[in-house]
Structure formats: C-alpha cells, structure tokens
C-alpha cells in the first residue's frame, strides 16, 4: 500500500506563506487523483483542494479560493500545497490523501472515503 509522509508546516504569521509537499512510497500500481485536507482540535475533517493525476485538473473549497494552490510533480510522486495569505482559521492539521482505486474519477474529488491512503499529517499555526 501506499505510504504518504507530509512536510513543510509550521508556525507563520497572518498573511503569510508556507509550502506543503506530500511524497509517496511504498507499492502501488497508479494515482488517479491527490487531496488535500484539513483538521482542527474538536472539529471535522474538511477538504481542501484536490488534482487529477493525468489531466492536472484542480479543485479547491471555497475558503482557500485565490490563496491556496495544488500541484503535483508525478516523476517524484510528490503533491505540494502553496498557502499564500494565511488566515487563523487556516490553523489545522493538514493531510494529504491519494486515490488509488479509482473512487474519484468522473466527480468531484472532496469526499474523504474515495481517498485510500493518508499520511500522518503537517502542523500548521497561523497567527494574528
């Protein structure tokens, strides 16, 4: 199965940026799509953005619109996440996610049980 390990979180400032990456190892056959999500203490689990691995087609909730953006490097089977504009809301464990069954094809990928396999998580604190 697939291993997922985040990195690149931490502590950063209101209206600043930090970069998310996601690499996968392990045995696997295909990608079909990556996501990104969210957590924060007593909260659910939210969506944040997601992109197709063959069409580069992308995905993101509303309230990271303009500020956030996916991307993926498929040679190195690494997703990133480009957090501009921070926000304290913005505050929560990020996760990153991979479809490796084909769940997310022919809809839109936002649904945590069409995403197989997680990784650990990356913290990211925003601040006022």
């Known amino acids: 199965q697939v291993q997922l390990v985040e990195s690149g979180g931490g502590s950063v400032q209101a209206g600043g940026s930090l970069r998310l990456s996601c690499t996968a190892s392990?045995?696997?056959?295909?990608?079909?799509?990556r996501g990104w999500f969210r957590q924060s203490p007593g909260k659910e689990r939210e969506w944040v953005a997601s992109?197709?691995?063959?069409?580069?087609?992308?995905y993101y909730a509303d309230s990271v619109k303009g500020r956030f953006t996916i991307s993926q490097d498929n040679a190195k089977n690494t997703l990133y996440l480009q957090m501009n504009n921070l926000k304290p809301d913005d505050t929560a464990m990020y996760y990153c996610?991979?479809?490796?069954?084909?769940?997310?094809?022919?809809?839109?990928?936002?649904?945590?049980?069409?995403?197989?396999?997680w990784g650990q998580g990356t913290q990211v604190t925003v601040s006022s």
């Open positions: 392990g045995y696997f056959y295909n990608v079909y799509c």
């Open positions: 992109i197709y691995t063959g069409s580069d087609s992308t």
């Open positions: 996610a991979a479809d490796t069954g084909a769940a997310t094809m022919g809809k839109n990928p936002s649904e945590t049980a069409d995403f197989e396999s």
